[in-house]
């Protein structure tokens, strides 16, 4: 009994003596945090594209992206074809128009071949032989307008977004057809061609695609509209989900055509600087699963980043940054494709950010909603 | 002639009670004795003080002569605004660890506040704690800060868009008071 009562007595004189070594010490130093809140130096505007609700102080936006129906013609293998085509069979006599219009963008474009794709084309039958009149895209900034009895044009321009194609083929006189190309509804190229006097014309069809093998492509094609040698308007938008137009198509591999639930590259969103500071700005997007293919991204009037990248979930979740000068804009853009079997809307969840440029002391981060459906 | 007898008795137990009370005092002598040392855990100046805030404010952060006060003046827009390297809390004791706390004793008041935390972490970059700026309180002990150890300070405030204005501040200014703590021991908490 003693011996435990010691033993007791001795644990109490332990404890006692570990709280007096380790207690007791508690330091204390002040600490004050000040905000002094300013303006926005970056605030959002509308693109006028898409029906967009933007917040009080211009920081925040939720953006309603109507989901339009577009043809998409893919071809995944390069060992496939894929050419979307309608037969016309129209004689193109003296004094007669025949023009061919739509909207086309391509995308992930592989060609290591050099064979080209064809955003579009007529196909015109001289004095019973065929020859092509074409737009054709071989990568990059430019499109390459071919036709018979001339040398290629390359005419420059951004092809990182969508644009409004059009061939023109008339015969003004009885010894000649001209040839004119427009792109976004200016004249951007035109030549005569001499023909046989009394040579047969015969407009015989209209053509996208390629025949050729050996590479790899998305191409968007959306309101088509043809006029034929007497003046009639021929139109199809894919609204009703079915492809009446190119009916004549052919395909072999994986590569093919369906109609899908497509928004071309557009504008859905403006940053303006308010300061005259530089700031860097990219877009990151919240994780998403659904059964869509997107991509968003930001410029500025020199230079694009890269993009967001949806593929059924996020692939590449945020953009690289782009410089927000003082006083100038930034402009972001999306593109978006789903089945028209996907059930709508998806909504996704992004984050415009910026921050001074050459620092990393404050970074800011706007929400922005897109609802795609 | 009884009533004065009476009188006489009274004051005569008065003069007893008061004798045997009031006259024993015993002093024993105590000494405190201070020595003061350097002080171990000392804020330095992070990467990003002194940067360049909106519309070109400067990112404040303003240490006392000994290292062992700290005030962060920041200028934050509507929606969310991360500030990141700000200070750091050095432990400058190559022998002995710390364990620190941060309490809040004045959080930010303004109602359009959504959110505001302070965020500790460690030189490899993993979160040692989230401090709440809009409650009162103490977070647990953290750490220990080992000696000769780093901590970096961010702040993350988010600010409400709701009746604002492109053109104006949200709000004028607000304030938060905080304290550091630190202790070699973790057994009790500060009071």
Same mark, same amino acid.
């Given at each position: 009994m003693r011996y435990f009562f010691f033993s007791i007595i001795f644990l109490l004189n332990a404890f006692v003596l570990m709280i007096s070594l380790h207690a007791g010490i508690f330091t204390y130093y002040p600490v004050s945090v000040f905000l002094s809140p300013v303006a926005p130096p970056v605030t959002f505007?509308?693109?006028g594209t898409y029906p967009t609700i933007i917040g009080s102080a211009n920081t925040s936006a939720v953006v309603d992206v109507v989901a339009n129906k577009a043809l998409h013609v893919y071809d995944y293998d390069v060992g496939g074809r894929v050419v979307v085509l309608r037969t016309v069979t129209q004689s193109l006599t003296r004094g007669r128009i025949f023009s061919i219009q739509w909207v086309a963008f391509v995308t992930n474009y592989t060609d290591p071949s050099g064979v080209g794709v064809v955003l579009q084309e007529i196909q015109v039958n001289i004095g019973g032989?065929?020859?092509?009149?074409?737009?054709?895209?071989?990568g990059g900034n430019q499109v390459y307008f071919q036709g018979p009895g001339t040398p290629t044009y390359v005419y420059p321009v951004d092809m990182s977004v969508a644009r409004v194609l059009n061939i023109t083929v008339s015969r003004p006189a009885a010894n000649r057809l001209r040839i004119s190309y427009y792109v976004d509804n200016s004249l951007a190229y035109t030549y005569d061609y001499s023909i046989p006097r009394g040579a047969a014309v015969t407009i015989y069809s209209v053509e996208g695609g390629r025949y050729d093998t050996s590479n790899a492509y998305d191409?968007?094609?959306d309101d088509v509209r043809i006029r034929s040698v007497t003046g009639v308007i021929t139109s199809e938008d894919f609204e009703d989900g079915v492809d009446d137009f190119f009916v004549n198509s052919y395909s072999s591999g994986n590569a093919g055509k369906v109609v899908v639930y497509y928004t071309f590259p557009k504008i859905f969103l403006l940053a303006r600087n308010n300061d005259t500071k530089t700031y860097a700005c990219k877009l990151i997007i919240s994780p998403l699963t659904a059964p869509v293919t997107a991509s968003?991204?930001?410029?500025?009037?020199?230079?694009t980043s890269t993009s967001i990248k949806i593929k059924n979930s996020v692939i590449v979740g945020e953009t690289s940054e782009v410089l927000l000068g003082g006083g100038s804009y930034t402009y972001m853009y999306l593109n978006i494709t789903a089945p028209l079997t996907t059930s709508l809307p998806i909504t996704f969840n992004l984050q415009f950010v910026y921050r001074v440029y050459d620092s990393d002391g404050v970074t800011v981060y706007?929400?922005?909603t897109?609802?795609?459906? | 002639m009884k009533a004065e007898r009476k009188l006489i008795a009274l004051l005569a137990v008065a003069a007893l009670v008061s004798i045997v009370n009031a006259s024993v005092f015993v002093y024993y002598p105590i000494t405190v004795e201070l020595q003061p040392t350097q002080p171990p855990i000392i804020f330095s100046k992070g990467k990003n003080a002194g940067g360049q805030d909106l519309y070109g404010n400067t990112i404040g952060v303003s240490i006392g002569d000994a290292n062992t006060s700290l005030t962060i003046t920041v200028h934050p827009t509507y929606q969310t605004n991360y500030y990141k390297n700000l200070t750091v809390i050095n432990n400058t004791d190559t022998a002995n660890s710390y364990y620190v706390a941060i309490r809040v004793n004045t959080p930010f008041s303004n109602s359009k506040i959504i959110s505001a935390k302070l965020l500790i972490f460690d030189s490899s970059g993993t979160n040692i704690a989230v401090?709440?700026?809009l409650t009162t309180g103490t977070t647990s002990w953290l750490g220990p800060l080992s000696a000769g150890g780093?901590?970096?300070?961010?702040?993350?405030?988010?600010?409400?868009?709701?009746?604002?204005?492109? *053109? %104006? @501040?949200?709000?004028?200014? *607000? %304030? @938060?008071?905080l304290q550091l703590i630190y202790s070699p021991q973790r057994v009790e908490s500060a009071p």
């Open positions: 505007a509308g693109s032989s065929p020859y092509y009149v074409s737009i054709y895209y071989y191409l968007y094609v968003f991204y930001v410029r500025n009037s020199t230079h706007y929400p922005i897109v609802e795609f459906g | 401090v709440d700026l780093k901590w970096f300070v961010d702040i993350n405030i988010t600010i409400s868009e709701s009746g604002g204005s492109p *053109d %104006s @501040a949200p709000f004028t200014s *607000d %304030s @938060a008071s």
